[in-house]
């Protein structure tokens, strides 16, 4: 069995796994409550925020815990809009490609009254700076930009963008869900004022996430309650949860050289030998991508069987095609770089993962050689190419 969709979701580190079993049967003080009981369970947060800051270049006041990345989002959002609002600034900036977290509260916010410009994002799947600098107005209350895409593992020039938002005094957030603990992040350097992440995304435990919010933003609450995350976030603290992300995200962070030294060269693997399969393409930008990230399309068949086929063979992989949530329309991403909706249907993405090897590389290769042959072999549209009927896009 190989684990190629890190992207959805990652295996927990044994460290994380070992914090999470420990604190729950230790450590279930409440961090509210003056005892010595709950005080322990507080230092544990506290710790907890201070490695998760620390890993950032963040201060740890600077750090709330969530649920996880679709909170972090949600709440970032609503927080920049209000703000933005009480200025009688009404308008964000969003990419195209951004994750339905982003893309869904934003719908929110616009029959609220905001103005959303959705910025292009090019055939390399990247966003150009100086294209957000065109679109900044003065009624602009927020800019935000993906760090790396959860599709096509693009990383996205933030310092740049981040740079361009400081300098015309627009708030600039970054869902780094994909980014954090896959690649180097560092708030300051990169002029982040707020940052999204997710603990299962970096093999911490699903459930538990943070937002970044530099001193200053003040943050709507999305849950009311008590006084807990400063205010900022109601309702008592998966202390366990949030240790383990702790523990997973330091280790994480501290392994990124080795992390990009180990699965570079086996991506690069993977997308020469995908390449050699007639009329395919590789999506998104070669350099500008995240280790694990491989994502093909390839003409006349359909994501869902070439998943299904894969799955037989032992290889768990993911699709942009979206036909699993019941709905026929093609990646949005894909889309967002240009793909047509019928090469859009057959896309394949891989997302690896620290324990994969040459042979698992070479085993991926060979599977997803065979099982596109063997679906190109009874597909009606491919057939048609083959017989001159249509013109092959790729
Ligand atoms: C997974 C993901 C999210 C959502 O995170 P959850 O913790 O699952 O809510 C948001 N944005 C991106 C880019 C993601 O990949």
């Known amino acids: 069995m190989i684990y190629a969709d890190n992207a959805a979701t990652t295996k927990m580190s044994a460290a994380a796994v070992k914090t999470l079993t420990e604190l729950i049967g230790t450590t279930y003080g409440n961090p509210s409550s003056l005892y010595t009981f709950g005080q322990e369970a507080k230092e544990v947060l506290e710790q907890a925020r201070a490695d998760v800051a620390a890993s950032i270049g963040a201060d740890p006041k600077e750090i709330i815990f969530t649920s996880g990345g679709s909170e972090a989002d949600n709440q970032a959002l609503i927080s920049a809009a209000s703000i933005g609002a009480r200025k009688n600034k009404k308008h964000i900036i969003p990419t195209k490609f951004e994750h339905h977290a982003i893309l869904h509260t934003l719908n929110k916010l616009e029959k609220e009254g905001f103005e959303i410009t959705l910025l292009d994002v090019h055939e390399n799947g990247l966003v150009r ?83 970044y919010a530099k001193k200053g933003i003040a943050l709507t609450n999305l849950i009311e309650g008590g006084a807990q995350e400063r205010g900022k976030r109601a309702g008592t603290e998966n202390v366990p949860g949030i240790a383990a992300m702790a523990v997973a995200l330091k280790e994480s962070v501290a392994a990124l050289d080795d992390y990009k030294a180990k699965l570079t060269p086996v991506r690069d693997r993977i997308i020469k030998g995908l390449s050699e399969i007639p009329h395919s393409a590789l999506n998104g930008d070669f350099e500008h991508r995240v280790p694990s990230n491989i994502n093909f399309c390839f003409e006349g068949i359909e994501g869902e069987s070439l998943l299904l086929l894969l799955d037989d063979k032992g290889i768990a992989a ?77």
């Open 129 to 211: 700076p100086e294209e957000v600098e065109n679109a900044i107005r003065e009624d602009t209350a927020l800019v935000t930009v993906m760090y790396a895409n959860n599709e096509i593992g693009t990383i996205q020039p933030i310092r740049e963008i981040g740079a361009i938002c400081r300098k015309h005094g627009v708030i600039f957030h970054t869902d780094a869900v994909q980014a954090v603990g896959h690649i180097k992040v560092n708030v300051e350097e990169d002029n982040i004022d707020m940052l999204s992440a997710s603990g299962h995304k970096f093999h911490g435990p699903k459930g538990t996430g943070f937002l």
């Open 318 to 394: 993911s699709s942009g095609s979206a036909c699993t949530s019941g709905s026929l329309d093609p990646s949005h991403v894909l889309l967002a770089i240009g793909r047509v909706h019928d090469v859009a249907h057959g896309s394949l993405r891989l997302s690896l993962g620290e324990d994969i090897t040459d042979e698992d590389a070479d085993y991926i290769v060979k599977s997803v050689k065979e099982v596109v042959e063997y679906l190109r072999g009874f597909s009606p549209v491919w057939r048609d190419l083959v017989a001159g009927k249509g013109t092959f896009i790729l």
